[in-house]
Nanobody, 126 residues
Framework: QLQLVESGGGLVQPGGSLRLSCATS????????IGWFRQAPGKEREGVSC????????NYANSVKGRFTMSSDNAKNTVYLQMNDLKSEDTAVYYC???????????????????WGQGTQVTVSS
């Protein structure tokens, strides 16, 4: 099991911002694609963003494009998800996972089972 530990979730008002962190290892950052996913109660898991292991290009779900930014800091072995202009529909448990991929037809998904962190809760509410 590869190590992925999320943090940074919390309660925020609509229009606010949060930055999530996913602490991992140098090995994972060097060799795996890493993505952010979320799951709201009663809903299917949704891919949010994915950074490619080949060219480090980041792709986003249409629902967050222009509001969320994914980045990585290799010195800290950490990936981030900066979330701005948050909406109530962004409320979910957010996970980072390995082996993500992006397609224009199907958005962000995981190859096989991937490796997952434990998740961090994000609640957007006034």
């Amino acid at each position: 099991q590869l190590q992925l530990v999320e943090s940074g979730g919390g309660l925020v008002q609509p229009g606010g911002s949060l930055r999530l962190s996913c602490a991992t290892s140098k090995f994972i950052l060097d060799y795996y694609a890493i993505g952010w996913f979320r799951q709201a109660p009663g809903k299917e898991r949704e891919g949010v963003s994915c950074i490619s292991s080949i060219d480090r290009k980041v792709n986003y779900a249409n629902s967050v494009k222009g509001r969320f930014t994914m980045s990585s800091d290799n010195a800290k072995n950490t990936v981030y998800l900066q979330m701005n202009d948050l909406k109530s529909e962004d409320t979910a448990v957010y996970y980072c996972a390995t082996e993500c991929y992006y397609s224009s037809d199907y958005g962000v998904n995981v190859v096989g089972t991937g490796s997952w962190g434990q998740g961090t809760q994000v609640t957007v509410s006034s």
